[in-house]
């Protein structure tokens, strides 16, 4: 065993135990990244790249499998601090590059773009100008029949929050086209029921972009992609409100939930999902 994936599997076990340590915030990445690790060995794949590599916290999760990791980000203090975080496991550096996304002509000063296994993208999604751009340049990156695991905001997460969202998607989706006096009446039952001022509305007045996981598989499918799957994660054991009454036992039984196997409850537990795909061949 290599030195670099050593070093890195002894990050990832210090991270494994801290899972229930309050004074992190909730490890909900961890468990995307257990996810993209499963289809690593399952594929024995030898590559992976991530897009928004943020501060490097995906970097361990690669090197530990085995795999190299390549990256692009569109911030450059990002991009710096992953080169870092892969200097110090002795890894290359220079696999990661300053790049948008939706910018189809950067992408090309990645190293090794179409011939990479694997491709994650976490917070990408939610928050792109134009996400079908985005997902045919994700799949340029990754070889014919490489896999993308790029995550989304869970709106039907909102039917068990009781809060703002829950009044959002029942009146402006699941009741789209009713009339006025219908959503009036609606709106008056609800409203009472509900704490509309849960969660804060962003400083910049936008919400970030949430997907149906009935109806985003249908944009994967339009695209190209093939063998598309939902892939549920971040569970939350009750209604966000309710964590502050015993955050301890919150998180243990979150935690707890994150490899249950109904098949179905992560539809409506989990503030996100994968969407697992393979790139058109």
Not at 213 to 239: C, Q, R
Request: glycine content about 8%.
């Amino acid at each position: 065993m290599s030195a670099d994936v050593l070093r890195a599997r002894v990050i990832v076990a210090a991270e494994t135990a801290s899972l229930a340590d309050l004074s992190i915030g909730y490890p909900a990445n961890h468990f995307a990244w257990d996810i993209v690790k499963d289809a690593a060995r399952r594929m024995n794949a030898t590559s992976l790249v991530e897009i928004g590599v943020g501060s490097g916290n995906g970097v361990p999760n690669v090197l530990a499998e085995g795999m190299s990791f390549s990256g692009i980000d569109i911030d450059a203090g990002a991009v710096e601090t992953t080169r870092a975080v892969l200097t110090g496991l002795g890894a290359e550096p220079d696999a990661v590059i300053c790049a948008d996304i939706e910018d189809n002509a950067a992408l090309d000063a990645l190293p090794g773009r179409g011939t990479f296994d694997l491709l994650v993208g976490l917070g990408i999604l939610p928050h792109s100008r134009d996400e079908n751009r985005a997902l045919r340049n994700m799949a340029s990156l990754v070889r014919p029949g490489g896999e993308l695991y790029v995550e989304c905001r869970n709106s039907l997460f909102s039917l068990v929050t009781f809060n703002r969202f829950t009044r959002d998607l029942i009146l402006d989706s699941m009741l789209e086209g009713i009339c006025a006096s219908s959503r009036e009446r609606v709106s008056e039952f609800l409203d009472p029921r509900l704490d509309l001022n849960r969660p804060p509305v962003p400083s910049s007045g936008h919400d970030a972009i949430y997907h149906n996981p009935f109806e985003v598989t249908k944009t994967f499918h339009e695209l190209g992609f093939t063998d598309v799957e939902i892939v549920p994660f971040h569970y939350h054991a009750g209604m966000p409100a309710l964590e502050a009454a015993d955050p301890q036992r919150f998180r243990d039984e979150s935690l707890a939930m994150e490899h249950e196997t109904s098949g179905w409850k992560g539809l409506f537990l989990c503030s996100a999902f994968l969407v697992k795909a393979a790139s058109p061949r």
